[in-house]
């Protein structure tokens, strides 16, 4: 069944509302922000706190969490040390997470608004849905670029099937490749399928388990962020 739904005709700026601006209502520049989505386990807290580890020594960074009814993931950033807890914010959004990553992004917003207010400058805010299906993507009007993060134990088809959040994310991340033998994943199908399904959009594998292995999500994330600084203000 399709469920034919009307926003976008009743409120048209919902999905540009705010992104596009590259200044704040003070005049300064904001902060670049990347939104974070995925399945419940694929690892985007996890993502988030190595990416804060290997960009916070050059960066200026915030997170925000998104959980249905609790903090969880906002209190595994905090439990880790990733970053002060005056730059860690959790959104409760009461309802599926698209819900405010997409839909109604005014919760997401206001939190980022008051992480510029109080520990501005930023260089960069990380938003992460909470756990959602392959459906998941955000509103252009919050976040400037989207990491879609899959892991191989979710099954070696989940490039092939698709789904907005694998075929249109800035970045498709398939994570826990360590697993791989354990879990009988074919990393290469997996490579073929995103192929097929993206196009010319970047794929990274990752195991966070290794030295470096977020890396090649941090170096797309500051080449992002270089290219957006670029831009004339």
């Not at 993502?47 to 249905?68: E, P, Q």
């Not at 073929?192 to 999500?217: I, M, N, Y």
Request: some cysteine.
């Amino acid at each position: 069944m399709h469920l034919d739904h009307d926003l976008d005709e009743r409120f048209p700026l919902r999905h540009t509302h705010s992104a596009l601006a590259p200044h704040r209502p003070d005049g300064t520049r904001r902060a670049f922000r990347v939104g974070l989505g995925g399945p419940v386990g694929s690892g985007k807290t996890a993502t988030v706190a190595a990416l804060c580890r290997a960009l916070r020594r050059d960066l200026s960074i915030a997170v925000v969490t998104n959980d249905i009814y609790t903090r969880e993931d906002a209190d595994f950033l905090l439990r880790e040390a990733i970053l002060p807890p005056e730059r860690i914010r959790a959104v409760e959004t009461g309802a599926c997470p698209h819900t405010a990553i997409r839909d109604d992004i005014s919760a997401n917003l206001e939190a980022i608004e008051l992480l510029e207010d109080e520990t501005s400058p930023l260089d960069l805010v990380l938003v992460e849905s909470g756990g959602d299906n392959l459906t998941a993507t955000f509103s252009r009007g919050l976040v400037d670029a989207q990491i879609f993060v899959i892991d191989v134990a979710g099954g070696d088809d989940i490039p092939r099937k698709g789904g907005p959040g694998v075929t249109t994310a800035d970045l498709l991340v398939i994570n826990k490749t360590d697993l791989a033998p354990y879990v009988g994943s074919d990393l290469e199908g997996m490579a073929r399928d995103a192929k097929v399904q993206r196009g010319e959009l970047p794929v990274a594998f990752t195991s966070l388990t290794s030295g470096d292995g977020v890396g090649p999500v941090a170096s797309w994330v500051r080449e992002r962020l270089a290219a957006w600084g670029a831009k004339p203000a």
